[in-house]
């Protein structure tokens, strides 16, 4: 499966962003989706991840509140939508796909190519 993230930009805090990742090829309904992010000089962060269905999902503490992932199989796309973004949220956002749930990035077979947020205080 090939994915494609889109939306990231600049934004003040306290704004609002919505990214999404499609996804090329069969069966995207089979996988676990997830968003993780890259600030400069750090390594990757789990984000969020989404259940094949989208009835469950998770998130790392420091966006609950904040964030919601959801998918629509239809469309072949998983959504990020980001709200009271911080400047601590900027970083590069990507997506990924895998056969299993969690937030480790190896559970993860596919990804996509970022999407970069930039937030201004």
């Known amino acids: 499966v090939q994915l494609q993230a889109s939306g990231g930009g600049l934004v003040q805090a306290g704004g609002s962003l919505l990214l999404s990742c499609a996804a090329s090829g069969r069966s995207f309904s089979s996988y676990r989706m997830g968003w993780f992010r890259q600030a400069p000089g750090k390594g990757r962060e789990f984000v969020s991840c989404?259940?094949?269905?989208?009835?469950?999902?998770f998130y790392t503490d420091s966006v609950k509140g904040r964030f919601t992932i959801s998918r629509d199989n239809t469309k072949n796309t998983v959504y990020l939508q980001m709200t009271t973004l911080k400047p601590e949220d900027a970083a590069v956002y990507y997506c990924a796909a895998g056969t299993r749930y969690g937030s480790d990035p190896d559970l993860y077979d596919y990804w996509g190519q970022g999407t970069l947020v930039t937030v201004s205080s």
């Open positions: 989404v259940s094949r269905s989208g009835s469950s999902t």
